[in-house]
């Protein structure tokens, strides 16, 4: 059972290049999410989806877009990177009631030089 | 709007001390509560939840939380710290019966000393 799997594990990118963030999860799971953790900061919402086909916005969305053109993948795309969006990003997903716990991937190193 | 505040980033304590980290919560509609844990360079796994079915939680590793509604909030205890306890510790609020977002507090930093 793998659960969430996020790839890649680890990433460089130079400024204003582009790259997308994949997370698949076998859980058949409604709700997905994709957070940025940063030191000091927290985990902190970037968008999340509550279902296929439907994504809304978090607390830091800009400078990211997300789609779930399946139920079972959320990917997260940088257009145009920035060094700000260096950081360590984990995708979740959980069942749609409210007292199911979400479940985390092993996240994404990012850094943008 | 749901909030969490974990009141410490970093809390010390020895080997073999009680273990108290607090977490507050902000809520319009009864709250469901998680704890999680996370290692260096791991995500999260779960330690407990609270779903209304009882207020005192037990969870993993003897780490237990109790829900006090009249003061709002979740605070995650350990009678007696490990070596290996020593880890980051996050709580979480889900809003409503039909779920929704899941907002996370900023977390608070256990070192366990020998």
């Known amino acids: 059972n793998a659960g969430v799997t996020q790839t890649p594990k680890f990433r460089v990118l130079k400024t204003g290049q582009s790259m997308t963030l994949l997370c698949a999860q076998d859980?058949?799971?409604?709700?997905m999410y994709w957070y940025r953790q940063d030191p000091g900061m927290g985990l902190r919402l970037i968008h999340y989806s509550v279902g296929e086909g439907t994504t809304a916005k978090g607390e830091v969305p800009d400078g990211y877009n997300v789609s779930r053109l399946k139920k079972q993948n959320f990917l997260l795309g940088l257009e145009s990177a920035a060094p700000s969006q260096t950081s360590v990003y984990f995708c979740a997903s959980s069942g749609r009631t409210g007292h199911t716990e979400a479940f985390f991937g092993q996240g994404t190193r990012l850094t943008v030089v | 709007a749901q909030s969490v505040t974990q009141l410490g980033s970093h809390v010390s304590v020895s080997e073999g001390a009680l273990v108290l980290l607090r977490c507050n919560y902000s809520s319009s509609v009864p709250p469901y509560l998680f704890w999680y844990v996370q290692y260096p360079n791991q995500g999260l796994q779960l330690l407990l939840k609270?779903?209304?079915?009882?207020?005192l939680v037990k969870g993993i590793n003897d780490f237990e939380a109790e829900f006090k509604k009249s003061e709002t909030s979740f605070h995650l205890t350990k009678p007696s710290a490990h070596m290996s306890d020593a880890a980051e510790y996050i709580c979480a609020v889900r809003e409503g019966n039909q779920g929704g977002k899941l907002i996370f507090g900023q977390g608070t930093e256990l070192s366990v000393k020998p």
């Open positions: 609270y779903t209304s079915a009882a207020t």
């Open positions: 859980m058949n799971h409604e709700y």
